[in-house]
């Protein structure tokens, strides 16, 4: 039930942040386990006719140092085979049990990785873009880094998808400047169809045209001459220069490799002060939300927040200092 007076982003926040982080060795387990999850499958869909080119990721030709199956594919496959009269019971009973095991790691994998998304999303911040579309586009990117991400890479999952999630983030921040030169009914249309992405991929589902119609309420054909306007491209899997086995994400900073472990830190420490902000007084508890820009990430001097408070800067100024001995207080 949504908290008395809290928006649906701040309760989704909220939520996020009640979901406990996986530890390294956590998080190598579960990738691991997703990894056998998802070839026991695959080998048992082969088995029952499914050719592999079927469940190929987007864009990827061959499974080498990033390639990938579509996750939304390989589940739609295995329920259409259950749901129909065509396997054996020992084949129905190995695949039933596959498949639930396999969508609960990649539920825990997606739920334990959505503060860095929110994280990500919040350096890209654009008056242009909602927030909430730069968030579903990470969550995309932080799918694709699910499908294509293995242990033996070398480096942590968070690491890896990172990066996956800044490029969607990126590309949606792009596909936007692109938008703003179309006419309006089809920059709606547009928008509609990227967050359905988003939706239809977090659904298990593959984001084919018909599964995004069907979302959208848009007609088949507007969605596939939609999807044919010319956007922005470029992915990690993309090969660097004519080295076929080396891509971008290959070629990706160190030093920026291995920061996220800090962002999410960084941003739980700002829930902590959010939380402990609220238990202020509410005009000191509005007061430090305008000057640290705590709900807005905008912040406010203190002649803008003594005018939209009617007070005096020189009293939004005391405010201030009490709530921040207040704070003090609470945090010895």
Same mark, same amino acid.
């Given at each position: 039930?949504?908290?008395?007076?809290?928006?649906?982003?701040?309760?989704?926040?909220?939520?996020?942040?009640?979901?406990?982080?996986?530890?390294?060795?956590?998080?190598?387990?579960?990738?691991?386990?997703?990894?056998?999850?998802?070839?026991?499958?695959?080998?048992?869909?082969?088995?029952?006719?499914?050719?592999?080119?079927?469940?190929?990721?987007?864009?990827?030709?061959?499974?080498?140092?990033?390639?990938?199956?579509?996750h939304g594919l390989i589940i739609a496959r295995a329920e259409e085979l259950l749901a129909s009269d065509k396997l054996?019971?020992?084949?129905?009973?190995?695949?039933?049990?596959?498949?639930?095991?396999?969508?609960?790691?990649?539920?825990?994998?997606? +739920?334990?990785?959505? @503060? /860095?998304?929110? *994280?990500? %999303?919040?350096?890209?911040? &654009?008056?242009?873009?909602?927030?909430?579309?730069?968030?579903?586009?990470?969550?995309?990117?932080?799918?694709?880094?699910?499908?294509?991400?293995?242990?033996?890479?070398?480096?942590?999952?968070?690491?890896?998808?990172?990066?996956?999630?800044?490029?969607?983030?990126?590309?949606?921040?792009?596909?936007?400047?692109?938008?703003?030169?179309?006419?309006?009914?089809?920059?709606?249309?547009?928008?509609?169809?990227?967050?359905?992405?988003?939706?239809?991929?977090?659904?298990?589902?593959?984001?084919?045209?018909?599964?995004?119609?069907?979302?959208?309420?848009?007609?088949?054909?507007?969605?596939?001459?939609?999807?044919?306007?010319?956007?922005?491209?470029?992915?990690?899997?993309?090969?660097?220069?004519?080295? +076929?086995?080396?891509? @971008? /994400?290959?070629? *990706?900073? %160190?030093?920026?490799?291995? &920061?996220?472990?800090?962002?999410?830190?960084?941003?739980?420490?700002?829930?902590?002060?959010?939380?402990?902000?609220?238990?202020?007084?509410?005009?000191?508890?509005?007061?430090?939300?305008?000057?640290?820009?705590?709900?807005?990430?905008?912040?406010?001097?203190?002649?803008?927040?003594?005018?939209?408070?009617?007070?005096?800067?020189?009293?939004?100024?005391?405010?201030?200092?009490?709530?921040?001995?207040?704070?003090?207080?609470?945090?010895?």
């Open positions: 039930m949504a908290e008395s007076g809290s928006t649906p982003m701040q309760n989704y926040l909220k939520h996020l942040y009640r979901l406990e982080l996986l530890t390294p060795e956590e998080e190598h387990t579960t990738t691991c386990l997703l990894r056998d999850l998802e070839d026991k499958l695959i080998a048992l869909l082969q088995k029952r006719g499914v050719e592999l080119v079927e469940l190929r990721s987007e864009g990827v030709e061959q499974r080498g140092s990033t390639g990938a199956y579509d054996p019971r020992r084949d129905r009973s190995s695949m039933q049990s596959l498949l639930r095991r396999f969508q609960a790691q990649r539920k825990k994998l997606i +739920q334990c990785n959505l @503060r /860095l998304v929110i *994280a990500i %999303a919040k350096r890209f911040r &654009n008056p242009s873009v909602p927030f909430i579309d730069l968030i579903q586009e990470g969550n995309v990117g932080l799918m694709k880094a699910i499908e294509r991400f293995k242990p033996q890479m070398g480096y942590r999952f968070s690491t890896y998808a990172y990066w996956w999630i800044q490029q969607e983030i990126q590309l949606a921040l792009r596909r936007n400047e692109d938008l703003v030169r179309q006419p309006a009914n089809v920059q709606d249309d547009l928008r509609a169809i990227y967050r359905a992405i988003g939706d239809v991929r977090a659904d298990g589902l593959p984001a084919s045209d018909e599964n995004l119609a069907k979302h959208t309420g848009l007609d088949l054909e507007r969605i596939q001459s939609l999807l044919k306007l010319p956007g922005p491209t470029g992915s990690l899997d993309d090969p660097v220069a004519d080295d +076929q086995s080396s891509t @971008r /994400l290959d070629y *990706a900073p %160190a030093d920026e490799l291995y &920061n996220t472990d800090e962002l999410v830190t960084n941003q739980e420490l700002a829930q902590r002060l959010r939380e402990a902000v609220a238990r202020l007084p509410a005009r000191q508890r509005t007061v430090l939300n305008l000057r640290y820009g705590l709900l807005s990430d905008r912040d406010c001097s203190f002649r803008v927040i003594g005018e939209q408070l009617g007070l005096s800067q020189e009293r939004a100024r005391q405010l201030h200092s009490d709530a921040l001995r207040q704070l003090k207080r609470q945090w010895r």
